[in-house]
């Protein structure tokens, strides 16, 4: 049988394992970090909940402010977070859409941020998570420069993690970590309901 010639292998740019060490030289520590989730697609608070349970495991002390969601959702990762000892806040109105009086929604926000606010400067939790709270800035409810103010004033070993659509380029200014969720698909797009267990 005649020896077939080798075929070459192909593959588009950028493929190819790396080959590269990819950790920058001259790597320091932080104190705390300030992570920043945004983006029009899913992910955003999971991926947080996911450093919350990560902190947890590191016998951090943890809190979760959320700003959107008030206490009649009952969504999974607020179970599971107070079972694991997470200070937890759900001081919404819930979705905009259905308010019936957004000036109670405004007076709500606020007060979340007092909260939250008054959770990073005391400085007895390493990890607050700020659920939600791009949108407030976003719409005018919270000053954006208030938010820009607590994170660059926050105890040099609270680290934060900030989630929301359209993050203000103040609050990515401040950032050491930002990620855009995008989104490619969506279930609910098909008509498919938000579901328990995956979705909350």
Known sequence: MDEQPETPITREPGT????DDPVPAGLTNADSLVLVNTGNGKGKSSAAFGVMIRAVARDWNVAVVQFIKGSEW????????RQLGVT???LGGGFTWDSADQSHDIALAREAWTVAAELIA???HQLVILDELTYLCTW????TADVVAAITGRPRHVNLV?????AAQEIIDVADTVTEMREVKHAFQRGINAKRGIDY
Request: proline residues 7%.
């Open 16 to 19: 190819f394992p790396l080959e």
């Open 74 to 81: 009952k969504v999974g990762e607020e179970k599971i977070g």
């Open 88 to 90: 937890w806040h759900s």
């Open 122 to 124: 005391a400085g007895e």
């Open 140 to 143: 005018g409810w919270v000053p």
């Open 162 to 166: 900030v989630t929301g659509r359209d």
